[in-house]
């Protein structure tokens, strides 16, 4: 298992897409932010866990055009910790499956995770997502979405968020939609003048942003 762990008071940027391990442990120390991106995938990664210390931050924007499989676990170990996941997978024949866990189990930790797929021919995305808010993490705040679109009627996704919540005073909400298109709004852009291929553009670049 290859091992990043940050010094305190700094910032650092990673990329993941071009990891040569299976298996990542990131661990940001007090007062730090970490920023990662894998913009072509994650390459040989499999596995990401990532510990956040007190007054740290740690974002992470991904793309994925390929087959993956993929399990992200987030610690937000110390006080006022924050977790920021946002990413998408465009697939044309191909399957994915992602796992994702936040774990709050510091006192006012925040983490937002939004992951968007379209899904082409024949591919398949699997996601599972969960939130769990331990009891001494009084004052927390997390989310998680997952959105699908279904670009043909061989794809298919099955998308399974679910919480964990052992204490009061704390914010959580979470969700998943899968459909096609919405025709409405692309026989609106296509009624005003826009093409076909350009309208269905549109609407995707927009679902995706």
Do not use: W
């Not at 007190?54 to 924050?82: H, P, R």
């Amino acid at each position: 298992m290859d091992k990043i762990f940050t010094k305190q008071n700094s910032e650092l940027d990673v990329d993941l897409s071009v990891s040569k391990s299976e298996n990542l442990e990131i661990r940001i120390n007090e007062n730090s932010c970490l920023k990662t991106f894998a913009l072509n995938g994650f390459g040989k990664l499999r596995d990401l866990k990532i510990s956040c210390g007190k007054n740290t931050n740690f974002t992470l924007n991904f793309l994925i055009k390929s087959e993956t499989n993929l399990d992200l676990s987030i610690l937000l170990a110390g006080e006022n910790s924050s977790a920021n996941i946002k990413g998408a997978y465009i697939l044309d024949n191909c399957n994915i499956t992602i796992n994702t866990h936040q774990n709050h189990l510091a006192r006012s930790t925040t983490s937002s995770l939004d992951i968007r797929g379209l899904l082409r021919n024949t591919s398949k995305s699997i996601y599972n997502g969960k939130i769990f808010i331990d009891k001494i993490a009084q004052f927390s705040n997390a989310t998680l979405y997952n959105k699908n679109i279904l670009l043909s009627e061989e794809a298919n996704a099955i998308s399974i968020p679910s919480l964990e919540v052992l204490t009061e005073d704390v914010k959580c909400s979470h969700g998943s939609a899968i459909g096609p298109l919405d025709k409405e709004q692309l026989n609106y852009l296509m009624a005003r003048g826009i093409s076909p291929k350009e309208a269905e553009s549109l609407l995707l670049e927009a679902f995706l942003s």
